[in-house]
């Protein structure tokens, strides 16, 4: 009887194998272009998430999940939309992570995500200009990072507390830079303060000394840089500091990576900036899950962990809604992401799957502490960063 018993389970669970669903889902960052040296860190981020899941085997009575990458260039829309269409049309995703900046992640929403029915997850498309797409976007939009709107106050705070009542401000040529631009000089002004110039600075240039003349023409106690750390932004610098024009910087999120660090070191001692981040709570938890792993990337770049929570989200909703059906499961991505419910850790993904397949409910904290607020947006925390002696040092967080 025990081995009729044995031969029973094992063809059971055999049929149950064959059986399980095979889901696939999109990561659409750019792993060229701009921001290439971030999102090498941002795509493995993602990447660990599914498999953290995939390899519980809790996900929808068994189902594996594969990650299937994509280049958004995150800046040609053309390129972004073509290999959204690939990962949705010939590799079948059930939801994408991305995209990554702002233009291209409002392209793809708007082209490919909402005419299929595919649910969006991006850790780091921050525009204002996307927040009004939630109202239009059948609630298939969401984000783990915070608008820029809420970034323009922070950076606000933080020039106004060092004493910074005048700045010049360059941004690139598109939604992202002129958005954070605007946000900025709004909050700014009303705080008081005074932008002498506020310009936009082409990606791709060899030189720079133009544009930087006319910063520096306009003045300023410090130049805010809202570009991107591997394209225009380290080119106004390079630029800025050669010529003396500039000798400290303010740096929002498109600029803060280890590249700033490894191109400029020293250099820019004494300049400031921010960028989305989990607590030292969290972020500490976050490199012990990611070094558990076996992954191989930075967990303390920007934007990697909410590239971890954007996937986490994807493959949590579907658990609730007992569907991997983007159509059945978009409703079911707040509910896991804040109260009430258990919460749920980095590394905690199976025991988020079992609590949800029990009739439980989660409140996923993951990488950043998240929590989603409006239609799909993300209430956000912010790491004020100095550089100071070569390094960039948190100062407090926002």
């Given at each position: 009887?025990?081995?009729?018993?044995?031969?029973?389970?094992?063809?059971?669970?055999?049929?149950?194998?064959?059986?399980?669903?095979?889901?696939?889902?999109?990561?659409?960052?750019?792993?060229?272009?701009?921001?290439?040296?971030?999102?090498?860190?941002?795509?493995?981020?993602?990447?660990?998430?599914?498999?953290?899941?995939?390899?519980?085997?809790?996900?929808?009575?068994?189902?594996?999940?594969?990650?299937?990458?994509?280049?958004?260039?995150?800046?040609?829309?053309?390129?972004?939309?073509?290999?959204?269409?690939?990962?949705?049309?010939?590799?079948?995703?059930?939801?994408?992570?991305?995209?990554?900046?702002?233009?291209v992640t409002g392209a793809?929403?708007?082209n490919v995500a909402m005419?299929?029915?595919?649910?969006?997850?991006?850790?780091?498309?921050?525009?204002?200009?996307?927040?009004?797409?939630?109202?239009?976007?059948?609630?298939?939009?969401?984000?783990?990072?915070?608008?820029?709107?809420?970034?323009?106050?922070?950076?606000?705070?933080?020039?106004?507390?060092?004493?910074?009542?005048?700045?010049?401000?360059?941004?690139?040529?598109?939604?992202?830079?002129?958005?954070?631009?605007?946000?900025?000089?709004?909050?700014?002004?009303?705080?008081?303060?005074?932008?002498?110039?506020?310009?936009?600075?082409?990606?791709?240039?060899?030189?720079?000394?133009?544009?930087?003349?006319?910063?520096?023409?306009?003045?300023?106690?410090?130049?805010?840089?809202?570009?991107?750390?591997?394209?225009?932004?380290?080119?106004?610098?390079?630029?800025?500091?050669?010529?003396?024009?500039?000798?400290?910087?303010?740096?929002?999120?498109?600029?803060?990576?280890?590249?700033?660090?490894?191109?400029?070191?020293?250099?820019?001692?004494?300049?400031?900036?921010?960028?989305?981040?989990?607590?030292?709570?969290?972020?500490?938890?976050?490199?012990?899950?990611?070094?558990?792993?076996?992954?191989?990337?930075?967990?303390?770049?920007?934007?990697?962990?909410?590239?971890?929570?954007?996937?986490?989200?994807?493959?949590?909703?579907?658990?609730?809604?007992?569907?991997?059906?983007?159509?059945?499961?978009?409703?079911?991505?707040?509910?896991?992401?804040?109260?009430?419910?258990?919460?749920?850790?980095?590394?905690?993904?199976?025991?988020?799957?079992?609590?949800?397949?029990?009739?439980?409910?989660?409140?996923?904290?993951?990488?950043?502490?998240?929590?989603?607020?409006?239609?799909?947006?993300?209430?956000?925390?912010?790491?004020?960063?100095?550089?100071?002696?070569?390094?960039?040092?948190?100062?407090?967080?926002?």
């Amino acid at each position: 009887m025990k081995k009729l018993l044995t031969a029973t389970a094992a063809a059971a669970l055999m049929t149950g194998a064959a059986s399980a669903e095979e889901i696939k889902i999109g990561v659409l960052l750019g792993f060229t272009g701009p921001i290439e040296s971030t999102v090498a860190h941002m795509g493995p981020a993602a990447h660990m998430a599914i498999k953290e899941v995939s390899e519980s085997g809790l996900l929808l009575d068994g189902a594996t999940v594969t990650a299937v990458n994509g280049d958004s260039t995150c800046v040609d829309s053309g390129a972004a939309t073509a290999a959204a269409e690939r990962l949705i049309t010939s590799d079948g995703v059930k939801g994408i992570v991305g995209g990554d900046c702002s233009g291209v992640t409002g392209a793809v929403l708007t082209n490919v995500a909402m005419p299929n029915g595919v649910v969006m997850i991006s850790p780091s498309a921050t525009s204002p200009a996307l927040s009004h797409m939630n109202n239009e976007d059948n609630g298939l939009f969401f984000r783990t990072a915070p608008s820029d709107a809420r970034q323009g106050v922070v950076m606000t705070d933080v020039l106004m507390e060092q004493g910074i009542k005048e700045v010049a401000v360059t941004y690139t040529n598109n939604d992202y830079g002129k958005g954070l631009a605007d946000a900025f000089a709004e909050a700014y002004e009303a705080a008081g303060g005074t932008v002498t110039i506020s310009a936009a600075h082409e990606d791709g240039k060899a030189d720079y000394s133009a544009e930087v003349g006319a910063l520096a023409a306009a003045g300023g106690e410090r130049l805010v840089v809202a570009g991107y750390v591997d394209q225009g932004g380290a080119g106004i610098v390079r630029a800025a500091l050669d010529t003396g024009a500039f000798d400290t910087f303010h740096f929002p999120d498109g600029m803060m990576s280890d590249a700033l660090v490894a191109n400029f070191g020293d250099e820019i001692e004494g300049s400031t900036g921010q960028h989305p981040s989990p607590s030292e709570e969290l972020a500490s938890r976050f490199k012990e899950v990611t070094a558990a792993s076996g992954m191989d990337f930075e967990p303390t770049t920007p934007f990697a962990p909410e590239s971890y929570d954007a996937a986490a989200l994807i493959l949590l909703a579907m658990q609730a809604a007992g569907s991997s059906d983007p159509n059945v499961y978009k409703d079911k991505v707040e509910m896991v992401a804040n109260a009430p419910g258990e919460q749920i850790q980095a590394g905690e993904l199976g025991k988020g799957l079992e609590i949800l397949a029990n009739g439980g409910d989660i409140d996923f904290v993951g990488g950043t502490g998240v929590e989603l607020v409006g239609p799909g947006e993300a209430a956000g925390l912010f790491r004020e960063v100095l550089i100071e002696g070569g390094e960039d040092k948190t100062v407090t967080f926002r």
